[in-house]
């Protein structure tokens, strides 16, 4: 499953950004989806939220209630709504999907390319 990510880019402090990530095959058989960022490439990728394919969704502390995750089967897609982003959210984020609690310990089956969010003070 090759996995693509789009809608990174910049932003002032406050601002909002809609990450898409699109699978090249069905998504169904993938219990867990989710996005992983990391602020510095020495800095190991942490776990931002996850989405199971029967809804259940997890959110690190630091994006409760700022971001929201979703995932839609018949488009392959899993969607990331990032508001009141702080410059602290700026990292590479990177499109993670397999299984859903194997994703959560960051034992990942296939990863995106990356995106940049910069978010500026």
């Known amino acids: 499953v090759q996995l693509v990510e789009s809608g990174g880019g910049w932003v002032q402090s406050g601002g909002s950004l809609r990450l898409s990530c699109v699978a090249s095959e069905s998504i169904r058989s993938l219990s867990g989806m989710g996005w992983y960022r990391q602020s510095q490439p020495h800095v190991e990728r942490e776990l931002v939220a996850?989405?199971?394919?029967?809804?259940?969704?997890y959110y690190r502390d630091t994006v409760k209630g700022r971001f929201t995750i979703s995932r839609d089967n018949a488009k392959s897609a899993m969607y990331m709504e990032m508001n009141s982003l702080k410059p602290e959210d700026t990292a590479m984020y990177y499109c993670?999907?397999?299984?859903?609690?194997?994703?959560?310990?960051?034992?990942?089956?296939?990863w995106g390319q990356g995106l940049q969010v910069t978010v500026s003070a």
């Open positions: 993670a999907a397999g299984n859903y609690f194997k994703l959560m310990i960051a034992n990942v089956d296939h």
């Open positions: 996850a989405v199971s394919s029967g809804g259940s969704t």
